[in-house]
């Protein structure tokens, strides 16, 4: 136990120099906000469709760890804004940590001088994407982690915090619990140290991300159904065995092997910086970044990146307090975390200049932007800072300024590149999903082909409805916004109502796949579940549900090792829709209700 607390000394006081006449060329550029656009913030109570909660959390990274506190549970839906937008911009009117934040980003500074990260990672470069670049009229810088030895910035932090610990602290080993990349981090570090290495994983990881971790050296351990019971196992076991738990992101010295990201690029870039864009998932890498680049330069901006489903420094920052998301969206996995750390949140709230949202679809138009430049295929997370800075830029209209993203990291899935090619030009606005109501009477479909016109339809599926009318679910492939404006608008002229559906989920991930008439059904419920990808998954699901009530519809749609979207039809009277209420949540599976949802109701019945 001495050990293990030794090694977890989050609430230690970080030793700090002053330096002085540190030069650099980095500069300040003013923003304009561009004036075509109107900030807007949806921060809807999350009671709308999940009550608030307050839930009890120990915060088990530091010492404090046997006394928990209140944590605020809230919706990512709670907090929605603008792609490109930056929001959650920490308020800092108060001020009441200033000096307590100077003095530990300078002790930050100086230790991120000091790492030994080298010993295994690479100063990757920081490269033009001139593709971008000339789309966007400013100049993308892409910082280049994606081509460190494990394909990822974790080998950054996990080595680090690893090289600082004493010889007989070692000599016992060292543990941690992750999916992906710092599990292989940390493996890693455990060779280049000849210490031995065991990673806890859950049973859902696919054999080629365990695989791979072994292949370093170091032992895995498949256990628990979520990252949260490996997390449990590893930190349970570090204090049987003596071994130092790694924590992913919420130690200072793994946010300062992560800073070393921030002192490479200062010293790369030779041009005045606009913006830095960074991937957030616990906030190792931009509460590392900011600590460093803040003290060199603290006008050049440093903005996080988050997914719409997976904000929880968004909303932590919103809220002036950590809080815990009731659900996360599994697509970028690698940033998939309910809670930011409690020392990156620290730093981030006192360094951070806001957070931008992006959309699954907006990640993987990044995806295919990062292959048309430099022929690599980043993983979701690691194009997430891309996505970020090519919505702010258009948000803001940005021109002629250098933004950097972090291509953090490269783990790609392969069986996920299906969903990411589906979506790319829905992401980039080339393809437009439509659906548009028509009369059943003849001439009808030939009238609607010739108001579609000249544009290039790549998909068509038509479904007689009722006597009345027929609708047609299609895409199309967009060359400017005004040609698709200009389209909707014939079809208004003719009285064929037209919906845009490009950004609604439920559509491109079901009922695109499943549009048809169907028997009017007493009673049914439809919910969408999100399954985790693992034997067994089903029958749980099904030993819950049935059969106590009829499942009347079922759809299957894979995300890869991320889980399963799965939209499900379930007849329940409403005299026991209080029991189905009180039996879903128990599964354990992200879920929600469908309540008359327009889309629904035209495509399915």
């Known amino acids: ?23 650099h060329r980095m500069q300040y550029t003013t923003l304009h906000p561009n004036p075509r656009f109107k900030p807007f913030v949806t921060t809807t109570a999350a009671a709308v469709s999940k009550p608030v909660e307050m839930v009890s959390v120990p915060f088990v990274e530091s010492p404090a760890a046997a006394v928990a506190s209140p944590r605020l549970k809230v919706s990512p839906d709670s907090l929605q804004y603008p792609p490109g937008y930056v929001g959650a911009v920490p308020d800092r009117s108060r001020g009441s940590d200033e000096d307590d934040c100077g003095v530990s980003a ?6 991120i001088l000091t790492s030994k990260v080298y010993d295994v990672a690479v100063e990757s470069p920081l490269e033009l994407a001139p593709k971008l670049s000339e789309r966007l009229g400013v100049n993308v810088w892409l910082k280049r982690e994606d081509l460190q030895p494990v394909f990822s910035f974790k080998i950054r932090g996990a080595y680090n915090m690893m090289a600082k610990l004493p010889k007989d602290v070692l000599e016992k080993g060292v543990i941690c619990s992750s999916a992906g990349n710092h599990a292989q981090g940390v493996a890693m570090s455990a060779k280049r140290l000849n210490c031995s290495a065991v990673i806890a994983m859950p049973v859902t990881t696919p054999d080629i991300k365990w695989k791979s971790v072994e292949r370093w050296g170091a032992t895995v351990v498949l256990i628990g159904d979520s990252y949260d019971e490996a997390q449990a196992y590893a930190k349970k076991r570090a204090i049987e065995d003596g071994r130092t738990f790694i924590p992913p992101f919420d130690h200072p010295d793994v946010i300062m092997g992560q800073g070393t990201v921030g002192m490479e690029i200062v010293r790369q870039m030779k041009r005045p910086v606009h913006a830095i864009f960074v991937p957030v998932g616990g906030g190792g890498l931009i509460a590392g970044i900011a600590a460093y680049v803040k ?10 990146v988050e997914p719409t ?5 968004a909303l932590s920052l919103h ?36 957070v931008v949202l992006v959309s699954r679809d907006a990640i993987c138009a990044s995806i295919k932007d990062m292959f048309e430049e430099k022929r690599s295929i980043l993983e979701p997370a690691g194009a997430l800072a891309l996505a970020g800075a090519e919505a702010y830029c258009k948000y803001y209209g940005l021109k002629g300024e250098n933004v950097i993203a972090i291509t953090s990291g490269a ?3 392969f069986d996920k590149l299906r969903i990411v090619t589906e979506l790319a030009n829905v992401g980039r606005n080339q393809e437009a999903l439509l659906l548009t109501v028509m009369p059943e009477e003849p001439g009808s479909f030939k009238q609607f082909c010739e108001l579609v016109g000249q544009m290039n339809i790549t998909e068509f599926k038509y479904r007689y409805s009722s006597k009345e009318k027929a609708v047609v679910l299609y895409s199309v492939g967009v060359h400017t916004p005004l040609e698709l404006k200009e389209m909707q608008e014939r079809m208004e002229t003719f009285k064929l109502v037209t919906h845009n559906l490009s950004d609604v989920d439920l559509v491109k991930d079901h009922l695109r796949h499943m549009m048809g008439a169907r028997p009017d059904i007493q009673n049914e419920v439809f919910c969408r579940f999100t399954f985790p990808e693992r034997p067994g998954a089903l029958t749980k699901f099904l030993d819950s549900f ?6 009347s519809l079922f759809h299957y749609r894979a995300q890869g090792e991320t889980g399963a979207n799965v939209l499900v039809g379930i007849q329940v009277p409403s005299s026991e829709m209080e029991e189905f209420n009180d039996r879903a949540p128990g599964l354990g599976y992200d879920y929600n209700v469908l309540f008359d949802d ?3 109701k035209l495509l399915m019945h």
């Not at 049935?546 to 499942?551: A, D, E, K, T, V």
């Open 319 to 354: 809220h002036g307090q950590r809080v815990v998301l009731d659900q996360v969206g599994g697509f970028a996995d690698g940033v998939a975390v309910k809670e930011v750390g409690e020392e990156t949140f620290r730093l981030c709230k006192e360094l951070v200049d806001g």
């Open 295 to 304: 003290r060199i330069n603290p006008e050049v901006k440093t903005i996080g």
């Open 546 to 551: 049935s059969p106590r009530w009829n499942i």
């Open 598 to 600: 327009l889309f629904f």
């Open 309 to 313: 489903d997976a904000n929880a420094l």
């Open 411 to 413: 783990n790609m899935n």
């Open 106 to 111: 300078m002790g930050y500074l100086t230790s």
């Open 1 to 23: 136990m001495t050990q293990t607390m030794e090694a977890l000394r989050l609430s230690q006081p970080q030793p700090h120099l002053l330096l002085r006449n540190h030069r």
